[in-house]
């Protein structure tokens, strides 16, 4: 089950209280400020607060605010909240996980192997698990790494509706864990991943600077996943900045993420996929120009305008990020290269840095590059 968003306010104040950050006597933030910190409701935060008070941790004054409590069970309850969700830790040394959602030649390969031989560079062995994209593989992969002693964890979360709240436990009992590839929004664990938003509003650029004005934009559901959100927010700021409509229905949001799937699983959801954007295709022929927020959707969507007869790009252009990394070759598709060696070998950087006890950035952004092709071309008079 998800943590509640109450509980997570609730546990980041009491965090601070067991650090010390927070001492008797000390104003905790607002309602307002809690909200906004962790991006929820004010009524969430009050809930939060509420529940604090009836622990007898903090001690709220109408007007004033709320304050660290000098009642004695607060050091008992906070003891208790600790014992019971703390995870036991027992590190080994020399030895960090990192948990993928799996890894392709496209993007995720050269990831993995960054995280490896940085690692190796610090003297440290990597203990490697694929959770093939499912969030329950992920918690128990979290548990068992802690549990066989690594010091700490590099993860790559997989797509959901719901973030793992075991990643929340770690940061709050303080483990040393940093995420690649996305982060929580509202949440302070460390992260290293590409600037979406910048990546995507220069792909559009791209689209927009040839002509077109009828693009599409595909993806998996963003909700809960920081980097097709991004990627989403970019697309729609490059419309904004350039004056121009952007119309909600060419904005497919339904594909399902095929990357780490295999067998009679991802057959059905590949037919599904090819069925969806056939239809999209079929019903707006005025677009003359494709965003894929995966490779793997931008493969789809090649095939499906192959098999209605449109030639790329005379009749339609189309862009994505990442590709194959090949280098006797030019690429298939204008893309967004993500610098997967830099996120990695950072991660693992501010990962030791997390270990030997010191304070890294929340967020680490790495430079993209935009990588043209014969994929996209000016739309025809």
């Known amino acids: 089950m998800p943590v509640p968003l109450y509980k997570m306010v609730l546990e980041s104040v009491i965090d601070e209280i067991r650090s010390n950050r927070l001492k008797v006597g000390d104003k905790v933030l607002s309602e307002k400020a809690l909200a906004e910190k962790f991006g929820v409701s004010r009524i969430t935060s009050k809930h939060a607060l509420n529940k604090l008070q009836e622990m007898g941790v903090i001690t709220r004054v109408r007007g004033k605010g709320s304050f660290v409590s000098s009642h004695t069970e607060t050091s008992n309850n906070v003891t208790k909240l600790t014992q019971e969700s703390r995870p036991q830790m027992s590190v080994r040394e020399g030895v960090i996980g990192m948990i993928v959602p799996g890894f392709a030649d496209t993007y995720g390969a050269t990831l993995v192997h960054a995280v490896e031989k940085r690692a190796w560079e610090h003297g440290l062995y990597v203990m490697l698990k694929d959770t093939y994209g499912y969030l329950n593989v992920e918690e128990q992969a979290i548990s068992d790494m802690v549990a066989r002693g690594c010091g700490g964890l590099v993860i790559f979360p997989v797509h959901g509706e719901r973030y793992n709240e075991r990643i929340l436990r770690l940061q709050l009992d303080h483990f040393p864990v940093v995420l690649v590839d996305r982060y929580l929004p509202g949440v302070p664990v460390p992260s290293v991943h590409t600037d ?73 959801l590949i037919q599904e996929d090819l069925e969806l954007i056939r239809s999209f295709v079929e019903e707006h022929p005025e677009i003359t120009a494709f965003l894929a927020c995966e490779y793997e959707i931008m493969l789809l969507i090649e095939k499906v305008l192959s098999q209605l007869g449109y030639n790329i790009p005379s009749q339609c252009s189309v862009a994505c990020f990442d590709s194959p990394r090949n280098t006797t070759a030019p690429s298939r598709f ?23 006890g010191e304070t890294v950035p929340v967020a680490t952004t790495i430079p993209h590059t935009l990588v043209r092709s014969a994929s996209t071309a000016p739309v025809r008079d």
Not at 334 to 356: F, S, Y
């Open 196 to 268: 979406n938003v910048a990546a995507a509003e220069e792909l559009t650029d791209h689209l927009i600077e040839m002509g077109h004005r009828n693009i599409a934009f595909v993806s998996p559901p963003p909700e809960s996943t920081s980097s097709i959100e991004d990627r989403l927010l970019g697309f729609s700021h490059s419309f904004a900045k350039n004056r121009m409509a952007m119309y909600p229905q060419n904005v497919v949001t339904e594909v399902h993420s095929t990357l780490t799937l295999d067998g009679s699983e991802k057959t059905q």
């Open 334 to 356: 204008t893309h967004i290269d993500q610098d997967e060696n830099q996120i990695g070998m950072t991660a693992v950087d501010l990962l030791v840095a997390r270990m030997k």
